[in-house]
């Protein structure tokens, strides 16, 4: 399964056709991120419901946020060095094992620190996953098809937003905070099934390994100079979506003066839009090339946050339309910033390379959330002092990441012309 990329601006790459199988794959792990992203995101709505159950501060609860992050950063880079030696999809099996048990973990939590340890085993199995999914993607997925199969693998975010926190927020109001992650993993384990039965073997990379050890192979992977361009950018990347992300709602609600009763249906909306954009964004990425794709984003991310940042009192459209307009920046410049970044690392040391980023992405998410907290203040009426600044910043940050995107579409052009 081994693809042969093709150049990423060509005017041809719309037309190459998913075979059946390649459908089927690129559903199975669609649906697989959407239980990962779900079992993410679904504590933080549980919060108003779960700390009075546990009797716990937001400060502890805070803390079990966190150690999923943790713990995934921990793991990515620990299974670096083995990530190569595996048949891919028997790796991918055994870690969402692990996350299913961790997640029934949290289901089953009785106090606080139960559901801290299982919080940590879940983030232990479930941060590796995405670096697994996306080594397969670009094993199966030639260059010139792997925009359209990003797109699609993003919109598992919206449909966690417009289908999995409803539910789970429905099933936690009538059966307990509980009820939502076993819901995840009654979906997880039907998932794992499908994926089992349905996902061929990806087994090629292991015909081309040379490092005898874990850590060997993971000092060759993390020296290489085109990996450590591609390592900073997604640091950065992550650094500014995660600055805006924790302080959103607060500033929705005490900022903007939208009631927070309001807050489900602009993540709705959002979720909606997110759903178009994604598939339409890797369309055009495949079509046009993902750099020329990801300078529009940064454009249009750039004048969104800006705009967002600094509003005042807003009418709730106005706000619906602000964020999905921002969000199509957001995704112009995911979507083809994972394209490229996908063809970077050889075959033999792609898995290595993705788990050495997921983590990247975890502890640059942390440090963006750090510092955003730093920059923010919170003044007695609940509003917001300096979001504006945040806005600043991730300018700054966008305008360096598309300088470094730039050298790494220069490397995938390099890349591409080796392999003619």
């Known amino acids: ?35 990962i992203i779900l079992d993410f995101m679904i504590l933080s709505p549980l919060g108003a419901v779960l700390m009075p159950a546990l009797n716990i501060t937001a400060a502890q609860f805070g803390t079990v946020v966190s150690a999923y992050a943790i713990s995934a950063a921990i793991s990515g ?37 139960a559901l801290l340890a299982a919080r940590i085993v879940t983030g232990l199995f479930g941060g590796v996953i995405g670096s697994i999914v996306l080594a397969i993607t670009t094993d199966i997925f030639p260059l010139q098809q792997r ?15 417009i289908l999995g926190l409803p539910a789970g927020l429905f099933l936690s109001n009538h059966w307990g905070w509980h009820a939502p992650f076993l819901m995840i993993v009654a979906a997880s ?31 060759h992977t993390v020296q290489k100079p085109r990996y450590l361009l591609a390592f900073v950018t997604t640091g950065i990347l992550s650094i500014g979506g995660f600055m805006l992300m924790p302080f959103a709602s607060a500033f929705t609600v005490h900022n903007m003066g939208i009631d927070y009763g309001s ?40 004048v969104m946050v800006l705009i967002y940042t600094h509003l005042g009192v807003t009418p709730l459209p106005v706000v619906m339309l602000v964020n999905s307009l921002m969000f199509v920046g957001i995704f112009s ?37 750090i510092i955003a907290g730093a920059i923010v203040v919170q003044e007695s009426t609940g509003a917001l002092v300096h979001y504006d600044i945040i806005g600043y910043v991730m300018t700054g940050l966008s305008v360096t990441a598309l300088i470094l995107m730039y050298f790494i579409d220069r490397d995938v052009k390099e890349i591409l012309r080796g392999k003619a």
């Not at 693809?3 to 089927?24: D, E, N, R, V, Y």
Request: proline share 4%; with cysteine; glycine share 10%.
């Open 1 to 35: 399964m081994e693809s042969t990329p093709a150049s990423p601006g060509a005017s041809t790459a719309s037309t190459l056709k998913f075979t059946t199988q390649q459908k089927i794959v690129v559903g199975l792990l669609a649906f697989l991120q959407f239980t």
């Open 77 to 113: 880079l620990l299974a670096a060095g083995f990530a190569d030696r595996f048949d891919r999809k028997k790796l991918l099996m055994f870690f969402y094992i692990g996350f299913i048990a961790g997640t029934l973990f949290c289901g089953l939590a009785p106090n606080y620190h």
């Open 147 to 161: 925009g359209r199969v990003m797109g699609l693998l993003q919109t598992s975010f919206a449909a966690s937003q």
């Open 189 to 219: 384990a039907i998932a794992g099934i499908f994926i089992w039965i349905h996902m061929p073997a990806v087994t090629e990379h292991l015909a081309l390994q040379s490092d005898k050890k874990a850590f060997v192979h993971l000092l």
């Open 263 to 302: 807050l489900p249906m602009i993540y709705l909306v959002t979720g909606f839009a997110s759903i178009l954009i994604g598939p339409l964004v890797g369309k055009i990425s495949d079509t046009i090339g993902g750099y020329n794709t990801f300078i529009f984003g940064s454009a249009v991310s750039i």
């Open 333 to 369: 410049r995911m979507i083809p910033s994972q394209t490229l970044m996908s063809a970077i690392p050889e075959a033999s040391s792609r898995g290595s390379f993705m788990s050495v980023s997921a983590s990247l992405q975890q502890m640059a998410g942390g440090l963006g959330a």
